[in-house]
């Protein structure tokens, strides 16, 4: 059974957490209505986290994440992508491809750590690059994990721009796709960031961030005949993976 943790605590980590909801921003009135507390106590914890640099307040009178909640991010994909970079060894080592660990940033997705293929033609994608959510199989992937309500509201603030004629450009069509990748337990990026190039991807269960890993390559070699080996692979690597974090 678990330990009760300190209530005020609780109360402004779940703060945190709405403003991520959010997409970084949120007023009073909004925190208080999600969670279910006073605006009173709702302004007592906002202006304590203020003063800690773990929120900003707007111009607006909102309020967003601050600076040392990036700071820390920043830190936790460090040590994520360190630990998972063996993990990712062994999928390029067994599938022959790139293997890669992304984070979900706002409404991006960061990449945080790689294992390139030792193909001479093979996908390389910078560490540290952001990359939408909607056109990239770990971004999918880590739209899976989201609610359709937070699904729209990514897709309203940050855009379905088409990177191909394959891109899912239709909100509707991306709920209906995200869907499928619940279903399913993966998502595929078929030529929809980069022509040409097939990715499978699946996510890390049960972290605080949601974090995906993925294979991918040029769709010649990365089949869906390919996929069929490679998922239940990143499958048990997301499990490895999520071991590790939680110490278990």
């Known amino acids: 059974m678990a330990e009760p943790g300190v209530q005020s605590v609780e109360r402004a980590l779940d703060l945190l957490e709405m ?71 062994r999928i390029a080592r067994e599938l022959g491809e790139t293997a890669n660990l992304a984070m979900l940033d706002g409404e991006m997705a960061v990449y945080v750590a790689q294992s390139a293929s030792s193909h001479s033609m093979r996908m390389f994608t910078e560490v540290g690059r952001r990359v939408h959510l909607h056109s990239t199989g770990v971004g999918k992937a880590l739209l899976g994990e989201l609610p359709d309500a937070a699904v729209r509201d990514i897709a309203a603030r940050a855009g379905l721009e088409a990177a191909t004629d394959r891109t ?21 990026d078929d ?41 239940p692979l990143l499958h048990e690597a997301a499990r490895e993976v999520a071991a590790e974090l939680s110490g278990s």
Request: glycine share 14%; aromatic share 4%.
């Open 168 to 188: 899912i450009t239709d909100v509707t069509a991306l709920l209906a796709a995200v869907g499928e990748i619940r279903e399913r337990g993966y998502a595929v």
């Open 191 to 231: 030529g929809e960031q980069e022509v040409g190039v097939r990715c499978f991807a699946v996510v890390v269960p049960g972290v605080p961030v949601p974090t995906a890993l993925s294979v991918s390559g040029p769709a010649a070699r990365v089949s869906f005949e390919f996929g069929e080996r490679a998922v």
């Open 19 to 89: 403003l991520a909801e959010h997409g970084g921003d949120a007023g009073l009135s909004e925190l208080s209505e999600q969670s279910g507390l006073p605006l009173a106590t709702i302004h007592r914890l906002m202006r304590t986290l203020v003063a800690r640099g773990y929120a900003r307040r707007l111009p607006s009178r909102r309020y967003a994440l601050g600076a040392r909640v990036m700071g820390l991010g920043d830190a936790a994909g460090r040590q994520l992508g360190s630990g998972a970079r063996r993990h990712l060894a």
